[in-house]
């Protein structure tokens, strides 16, 4: 069966610093895979997804950016961070573009 | 522009009171519309896919039903345990990624 980890659950960082949230998926080929934000009381945004290794869409253009070295592999990435950047991190994974998603465990980042 | 509107925001229930929650949708050619269960610091969980009008699916206290405007889903008899916001998201022809709803905040009290 399939498996989504993300890692860390919670993070706290201070401003200007940098960030890597990392995500992998098993039990599968060729996922696409996608970063999403959720801000209290707001929806779900799409930040970034990758339909393979080293294709990646930007739905929003912001402090971040997202890589994936791996076939199962999906890493987000900011140089340096800013108090908007605060907010719960999801990583998601469908086996065909913008079909069911399974979401991974989240992480909660603080920018203090 | 695809739009996906959830109601109530917050809906509070005593244990065993059925009750309903609304997705309504303006999209352009619906592929596919999806409820979503998310539990306080935990990632949505698949729940339910509908694709046409008319078709509804079922998993233990909860239904889902479609028409070409809006979903619902019904809650019967709902326990503590079913307290959680709920999300509902499209996919429209075009192949853009999915839009979601804000959730509705369901507490079950017992």
């Known amino acids: 069966s399939q498996t989504i980890h993300q890692w860390p659950a919670t993070l706290v960082q201070p401003v200007g610093s940098p960030l890597s949230l990392e995500c992998t998926v098993e039990?599968?080929?060729?996922?696409?895979l996608y970063w999403y934000r959720q801000a209290a009381g707001r929806g779900l945004q799409l930040l970034f997804y990758s339909v393979g290794i080293g294709q990646i869409s930007s739905e929003v253009p912001q402090n971040l950016s997202a890589s994936r070295p791996q076939d199962w592999q999906f890493i987000l990435s900011s140089k340096k961070l800013l108090l908007s950047d605060s907010g719960f991190y999801l990583c998601?994974?469908?086996?065909?573009?913008?079909?069911?998603?399974?979401f991974g465990s989240g992480t909660q980042l603080s920018v203090l | 522009e695809d739009q996906v509107t959830q109601s109530p925001e917050a809906l509070r229930l005593q244990e065993g009171e059925s009750s309903s929650l609304n997705c309504s949708y303006t999209?352009?050619?619906?592929?596919?519309l999806f409820w979503y269960r998310q539990d306080p610091g935990k990632g949505p969980e698949f729940l339910f896919t509908?694709?046409?009008a008319g078709e509804e699916k079922e998993k233990e206290r909860l239904k889902a039903t479609l028409t070409k405007k809006e979903s619902f889903l019904h809650i019967t008899a709902p326990k503590p345990e079913d307290s959680a916001t709920y999300l509902c998201a499209v996919r429209n022809s075009g192949n853009t990624p999915l839009v979601f709803g804000k959730g509705t905040r369901l507490s079950v009290i017992a």
């Open positions: 039990g599968t080929s060729n996922p696409n």
């Open positions: 509908l694709y046409s």
């Open positions: 998601a994974w469908s086996v065909l573009r913008n079909e069911k998603l399974f």
């Open positions: 999209v352009s050619g619906l592929r596919g």
